[in-house]
């Protein structure tokens, strides 16, 4: 069996693979598109495709694809075979440059909010050179961007690539003011930590809800779930074990490099979290993680839930996004160093960071939008929807010092004293974490809270990538024109701290109480649901800095909103569908039967002698009777509810329906199911219960 360090990347065709296939000459020439994004000429691109090939047959692949991520948030290959007809009669396996470069998927199909005619089905991958191709089964994928025949984004990948142009331009003019003139390019990186459930696939294949929507519609609590704290870094059991070592294997062979893995604080919820990388490969990255994690789940008998909120009452999941900056030398731009207060490079950086995450908050918190993830922000186990930002207790005491112009005295290191003498002291570090956080300094980076754990990690990315360059910007061009550089830059840090000080949060963000605070004194976005957000894509000052930035056209950004709205009204519609066909034909008559079984067993009972007392059944006939016919009136009103989305004459007029209709109908259906679950025999009830699902795996 091969070794770990064997295995890694043996399905990539990545920088080793390309250093031996490759002439020294179209080797240097691919690296210093990758590196500095220069021109791809087509005799390198045929040199390349070639050499991808012959690596790609020799390890068992007989078809390509372009493999690339549309706006269904999953992602897309159509496969086409290496194979092209000899003039004798046989075969030979061919793949050109221009195969490479380009692709011709039917976009027809895929989501696009406008931009296309239904008629006009022609749409273009395009290689993405900056992030290797591999294999998957027995197919080269190759990592592409997806447009429109008109030249429009119909993807995620695109922005993403945008936005990250866009944040390097604007940092090299940066640090080109503070002389560094070799720095060739600065790009953001990321660290995506990924929570999921595992679940009894036999169990979960008799739940109608799990299956047409990936989270439970009813369900009453169970006696025991995560009061105890006692699965959060728990054992890890034997079948949930085997899952994750073939789980490291697939992911290491494809160059993924998954670092960290536990179990999470809900029962049957873990986590896996990889090493950072450059962000558009994080991306691609963490789509394959997800399939992965669903493909291996199945070989073990289990089902791998991704929605943000699978279980109502218990943790829902989150996928924590940590990003940072860094040259091409290796230099982390947000690295305090040991004296932060005279690291004015970082101090500026910092404060971009910090009036972007102010000035585009409705930005951030559009980037997590989506029905699944609307039910677990603010639930006292993710950031709420209010978006704030954690610096921590030394960076605090910086800024503080810079605004009012007074001496910082720096943070002393507290030796840690554990008072037994064989463990070793150490250093606390100058500032705690703080889990409560939308937007946490933590060290060198940021962690960004707020994704839900099915997003795509790219829309959160493009949005902060974006939003810090416009501030880089800003600052680029006032600097640039500034007499004294250091006094432009002292007032201009000084300015930033008091405009968007309001922004910075270093307390509980699951108090109400911060709530209050932040939308009443501080004024601060509160925008709790997706159809509360997303209209504000559209707003002048959004448009205006994301079109001048060039990560999206006018139209683009139109699309996203139809398209975002579209998503949230299917899936509460299915949703709801869903919710209504199981209390009719599996919870009603399920109760019905056993409210039968109990008269019929009051009546034995009564023949038997009829001085015997029938007072538990009598009133256990009572409740389930008055259940079944609140059930039944609930699953009308719901289903009168999604009838009535005929008449919205919009996408926003239906979104906000369902928000203000629908999901209450939905909570109103599920209130008397749970009830009837609790009085109903387990024999009788129709499908697993919260308490088999997550305790089932073993």
Request: aromatic share 8%; proline share 4%.
């Amino acid at each position: 069996m091969a070794s770990v360090t064997e295995q890694f990347g043996s399905l990539v065709f990545d920088d080793r693979v390309m250093k031996a296939n490759l002439s020294a000459k179209v080797y240097q020439s691919l690296k210093k598109t990758i590196d500095e994004g220069a021109g791809l000429d087509l005799s390198v691109a045929n040199a390349v495709a070639t050499a991808m090939k012959d690596w790609a047959v020799a390890n068992g692949a007989t078809h390509y694809t372009h493999w690339f991520q549309p706006l269904t948030g999953i992602t897309a290959e159509k496969h086409d075979s290496f194979i092209s007809p000899a003039p004798d009669g046989r075969i030979i396996m061919e793949f050109s440059g221009k195969e490479l470069i380009k692709g011709e998927p039917d976009a027809s199909s895929f989501p696009s909010g406008g931009l296309r005619a239904t008629f006009e089905a022609r749409g273009y991958t395009a290689w993405d050179p900056t992030s290797y191709a591999f294999i998957k089964g027995k197919t080269l994928c190759i990592p592409t961007a997806f447009c429109s025949y008109g030249g429009e984004a119909l993807d995620k990948k695109t922005p993403l690539l945008r936005s990250m142009e866009a944040l390097n331009k604007q940092a090299l003019r940066i640090l080109k003011l503070f002389g560094n003139n070799t720095v060739k390019c600065v790009r953001t990186s990321v660290g995506p930590e990924q929570e999921y459930f595992l679940v009894d696939k036999d169990m979960y294949d008799k739940r109608r809800d799990l299956v047409y929507t990936g989270r439970t519609l009813f369900g009453a609590k169970p006696p025991k779930g995560q009061e105890m704290d006692d699965h959060y870094f728990g054992v890890i059991k034997p079948r949930v074990a085997a899952f994750m070592e073939e789980l490291n294997d697939e992911l290491w062979k494809l160059g993924i490099l998954a670092k960290t893995e536990h179990n999470e604080v809900a029962p049957a919820q873990h986590e896996l979290a990889p090493i950072y990388t450059t962000t558009n490969i994080a991306t691609d990255h963490n789509q394959l993680t997800m399939e992965i994690m669903q493909k291996v789940a199945t070989k073990h008998g289990l089902v791998c839930l991704l929605h943000e909120k699978p279980f109502a009452g218990v943790n829902g999941s989150g996928k924590h996004n940590n990003w940072s900056i860094a040259t091409d030398a290796g230099v982390n731009l947000l690295s305090p160093g040991e004296t932060p207060y005279e690291n004015a490079q970082f101090l500026l950086f910092l404060c971009a960071v910090i009036k972007a995450v102010d000035d585009y908050q409705d930005l951030l918190r559009i980037s997590v939008a989506t029905a699944g993830n609307d039910h677990r922000l603010g639930a006292n186990e993710a950031p709420p929807a209010v978006v704030s930002m954690f610096l921590g207790d030394e960076l605090n005491a910086v800024l503080e010092a810079i605004e009012t112009d007074t001496p910082y005295k720096g943070a002393e290191k507290t030796q840690m004293k554990l008072g037994v003498d064989v463990l070793p002291n150490f250093s606390r570090d100058t500032t705690d974490r703080n889990r409560t956080s939308p937007f946490a300094f933590t060290g060198n980076k940021f962690e960004f809270r707020m994704l839900g754990s099915s997003n795509s990690i790219a829309c959160a990315n493009i949005m902060l990538n974006s939003a810090v360059a416009e501030s880089l910007k800003i600052y680029a061009d006032r600097l640039e024109a500034a007499d004294d550089f250091e006094t432009a830059l002292h007032e201009m840090i000084r300015k930033t701290i008091k405009d968007h000080k309001h922004i910075i949060f270093n307390g509980n963000g699951y108090d109400d109480a911060w709530i209050k605070e932040a939308t009443e004194k501080r004024g601060l976005c509160n925008y709790r649901t997706t159809p509360d957000c997303v209209p504000h894509l559209l707003d002048k000052k959004n448009v205006d800095m994301l079109t001048s930035q060039g990560v999206f056209t006018d139209a683009e950004l139109k699309s996203r909103y139809e398209i975002t709205l579209e998503n949230y009204c299917k899936t509460v519609v299915i949703e709801a569908n869903t919710m209504a066909a199981m209390a009719k034909t599996e919870i009603l008559p399920a109760v019905e039967a056993y409210t039968a079984k109990v008269a019929k067993s009051a009546a034995a009972k009564k023949a038997l002698d009829g001085t015997l007392a029938c007072a538990y059944e009598k009133q256990l006939v009572k409740k389930l009777s008055a259940l079944t016919d609140t059930i039944a009136a609930k699953t009308e009103e719901l289903e009168k509810a999604v009838l009535a989305l005929a008449n919205t004459e919009s996408i926003g007029e239906e979104a906000d329906a369902i928000r203000d209709s629908v999901l209450v109908k939905m909570s109103e259906l599920r209130v008397p199911c749970d009830a009837a679950e609790t009085l109903t025999a387990k024999d009788y009830w129709p499908f697993p219960t919260y308490g088999d699902l997550l305790f089932g795996v073993k």
